[in-house]
């Protein structure tokens, strides 16, 4: 069972700004200090740059940068050399699709949906532009989701592309992924899974999802910003071409060619990004001292709390019920969702309102944004009635006009 009180001292914001009634995490989770700790140890103890120096300084940088690949490895399941750091998933996924620009053909097609964030959505509508390959959105039910089912309609001999959120930023909806991607698998198509809003949130176990490809930020599960991760298979990811060319990535250079090493170093040209891998394995360490199943437990019965007192407010509408992450996405009739929330800041409640990098989605539900107040750790009931309250509040005054 979760402590508000005690998580909270976790989180140095709430000491700093003890106002603060934070529903905003779908788009940023708020920052741990074991990690903060940790970014500044790097910072003020080592600093040097890793994998090149013949001093103890680089060693025990490389040694760290190293130990956090392990960190999420052992996170998600995976081996440590299918473990690439990058600047977070929408990098990942341009990564990935920028790669294919040189495989996939015309005729081919890349299985997406109108769920999905536009990171996992434009490299794929990009690359489907360069190559004359086609996207095909998979049919959503009338609630938004999409199912094994839909996917089979779409799924064919052409399919060589599967590229899906596996939760909706904006509905919250959990994607049937280890069913498609077997059925994908049948076709011989790859799996390239958009893991950002549950990577913060469940047991990514990528051995037992099955997928090719995956990406998550470490912004959104209390690490820092600037720092994601690619996982690939191993073999796939051997096989790919490097995604950028520089330093650490290459073997042996001639005059008019070069070989280049083997994943991850092949993917991470350059100097990486030390701090946020160092950071990002010290939040995963967070994770995991409270566990999967607190956390879930935590989160859902705000997300039930709460949604049941949103329900009771005339003029609502949920478009998202029965979300399996703790996010409530809703309007509230005639009002604009940006007047609602600047005005819930002035309560000091933070929620986002917009169409939430997700136009797509917007488009489905007939609106041109939404409001979303999203759920963690750090979250109470007081923060519940509080953004309740606030909402009444709102909703009264814009209805005086
Ligand atoms: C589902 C989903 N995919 C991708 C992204 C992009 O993540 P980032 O901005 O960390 O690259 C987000 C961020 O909101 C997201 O929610």
Redesign the pocket.
């Given at each position: 069972m979760i402590d508000v009180d005690s998580i909270r001292k976790d989180f140095p914001v709430y000491s700093k700004q003890p106002q603060i009634i934070y529903l905003d995490s779908?788009?940023s989770s708020l920052k741990v200090k074991s990690m903060i700790d940790q970014v500044d140890h790097y910072y003020h103890t080592l600093g040097v740059n890793v994998h090149r120096g013949a001093y103890d300084l680089a060693y025990v940088t490389t040694k760290l940068y190293e130990d956090a690949r392990k960190t999420v490895a052992n996170f998600i399941h995976s081996k440590e050399e299918e473990i690439i750091f990058t600047r977070?998933?929408?990098s990942s996924l341009n990564m990935i699709a920028g790669s294919y620009r040189d495989i996939l053909k015309p005729g081919d097609e890349i299985i997406t949906s109108e769920l999905e964030?536009h990171?996992?959505l434009l490299p794929w509508m990009i690359t489907a532009q360069k190559t004359g390959a086609k996207l095909v959105y998979i049919p959503l039910t009338t609630t938004g989701r999409i199912t094994v089912e839909n996917f089979l309609a779409v799924l064919s001999n052409h399919t060589k592309v599967v590229a899906l959120?596996h939760v909706s930023?904006v509905l919250g909806f959990l994607t049937p992924i280890v069913e498609i991607t077997k059925l994908a698998h049948e076709k011989q198509a790859i799996v390239i899974l958009?893991a950002?809003?549950s990577a913060p949130h469940m047991k990514l176990d990528v051995e037992a999802l099955g997928v090719d490809y995956m990406a998550f930020?470490g912004?959104?599960m209390f690490g820092p910003s600037g720092v994601?991760v690619l996982f690939g298979k191993e073999a796939l990811l051997n096989k790919l071409e490097p995604f950028e060319y520089g330093g650490e990535m290459v073997d042996e250079v001639y005059k008019d060619h070069a070989t280049f090493k083997d994943a991850p170093l092949r993917f991470e040209a350059g100097t990486p990004v030390i701090s946020g891998a160092i950071g990002l394995a010290a939040a995963i360490r967070y994770i995991e001292s409270i566990g999967f199943y607190a956390m879930h437990e935590h989160t859902e019965a705000l997300h039930q709390y709460a949604l049941v007192k949103l329900k009771a407010v005339k003029g609502v509408t949920i478009y998202n019920q029965s979300a399996e992450n703790p996010v409530i996405t809703f309007n509230i009739d005639g009002i604009h969702p940006h007047d609602i929330a600047t005005m819930l800041d002035q309560y000091h409640v933070s929620v986002r309102a917009g169409h939430h990098?997700a136009q797509l989605v917007s488009k489905f539900l007939g609106v041109s944004s939404t409001l979303r107040a999203s759920f963690h750790i750090y979250n109470n009931r007081a923060d519940c009635d509080t953004f309740i309250e606030s909402i009444i509040t709102a909703k009264n005054f814009f209805e005086g006009f």
């Open positions: 779908a788009a977070g998933t929408t964030h990171s996992s959120t930023n958009d950002a809003q930020s912004h959104k994601g990098c």
